[in-house]
């Protein structure tokens, strides 16, 4: 079983910068695609960034620029780097894996990220 924690949200002013750290456990010998995901009051939860098992990297329209993504494999833990942070961004930041080879995802809790203006 997999587990993910995600830390490292909170509240911060329109233009600042936070970063986001989500540790994983329990993945066994297989290394998945990580990312990140949000969710803001009353909308779907929208595709933010990842990073595939060999590297790849894809991020989202919206935040491409400001956001950067990068994963330290030696402590299982995937980070989003967030700057120059809009009142839009505001929303739930969850972490996923995805394995390729079952299509089986995990989440993480979610990490509140608030951004005032």
């Known amino acids: 079983q997999v587990q993910l924690v995600e830390s490292g949200g909170g509240l911060v002013q329109a233009g600042g910068s936070l970063r986001l750290s989500c540790a994983s456990s329990g993945r066994g010998f297989v290394m998945p695609s990580m990312g990140w995901y949000r969710q803001a009051p009353g909308k779907q939860r929208e595709f933010v960034a990842l990073v595939t098992s060999a590297g790849i990297i894809r991020v989202a329209d919206s935040v491409k620029g400001r956001f950067t993504i990068s994963k330290d494999n030696a402590k299982n833990t995937v980070y989003l780097q967030m700057n120059s942070l809009k009142p839009e961004d505001t929303a739930v930041y969850y972490c996923?894996?995805?394995?390729?080879?079952?299509?089986?995802?995990?989440w993480g809790q979610g990490t509140q990220v608030t951004v005032s203006s």
């Open positions: 996923n894996a995805h394995f390729l080879f079952n299509n089986q995802d995990y």
